[in-house]
């Protein structure tokens, strides 16, 4: 097993950290760099952070964040939300990110995945692959954009390996069933991406104890275990996660 990583996430609106359940009912959850600073401290191996009301809002990620952020860190840090064009995702890189992550343009226009591949390296590109249960696609897994508000009628797990074939780096599914519940990834979903690609899986949604993060890496089979509420509200610490894993047999960074 490749080194798991832990990767905290930075969900941001207004100039502020928040955290809802299901995507809705948003919380504060604090200053931006001085949870990005912090979580370096603690030992993250990698930063999220998404500009969650980007694309509802029809405007473009906030540049100022993403460096200001940047510039306390030295983690790589992987950047999302309102990215939509080959412009934007020069411009979110010169900004300070390691990383960009897209998910409703890529949906639009599949053509922006194969040119950013070519343009920045397959591994500068992470695809969220935001998802909710229904059983008429295949999978059982729709795809859902614009920030979970719309189902596209398409299949997650058939979009997933399109993605990798179009030149992706990574994969970052989130279930919306359950996002923010902290009752566990749904590794049911996570298990189907990373069964269905040979790219780093990013799991994400629902964290909420010691034991959902070692399910993430052996049940889900993700590389890295991207969390938020668990580590804002300082329910768990990163240390904390890490030693657990390690103990468990996981190799992680101490």
């Excluded at 030295?74 to 960009?100: C, R, W």
Aim: glycine residues 10%; neutral net charge.
């Amino acid at each position: 097993m490749d080194i798991v990583r832990i990767m905290p996430c930075l969900d941001m609106k207004e100039g502020r950290v928040v955290k809802g359940i299901h995507f809705e009912g948003l919380k504060d959850a604090g200053d931006p760099v001085e949870n990005a600073a912090f979580y370096q401290r603690e030992g993250a191996d990698e930063l999220a952070m998404l500009d969650i009301a980007a694309t509802l809002e029809n405007r473009k990620t906030r540049l100022e964040w993403v460096k200001k952020v940047s510039s306390v860190i030295s983690i790589p840090m992987t950047v999302g939300g309102g990215i939509g064009s080959l412009e934007d995702i020069e411009m979110v890189l010169q900004a300070g990110a390691s990383k960009i992550s897209i998910n409703s343009a890529a949906v639009k226009n599949p053509d922006l995945i194969k040119q950013a591949a070519k343009q920045f390296g397959s591994e500068k590109i992470t695809i969220a692959i935001d998802a909710r249960r229904n059983r008429s696609v295949p999978s059982g897994f729709e795809l859902v954009v614009s920030g979970g508000t719309k189902p596209v009628g398409k299949d997650a797990i058939a979009w997933a390996k399109e993605c990798q074939k179009l030149g992706a780096g990574v994969v970052l599914p989130t279930s919306m069933d359950g996002d923010g519940t902290q009752a566990g990834y749904d590794l049911d979903f996570t298990r189907a991406i990373a069964d269905a690609v040979t790219l780093p899986v990013i799991a994400s949604g629902g964290a909420g104890t010691l034991e959902h993060f070692y399910e993430g890496a052996v049940n889900g089979r993700a590389q890295v275990l991207l969390a938020a509420s668990v580590f804002h509200y300082r329910i768990l610490t990163i240390r904390q996660v890490k030693e657990y894993l390690k103990s468990k047999g996981i190799p992680v960074n101490l």
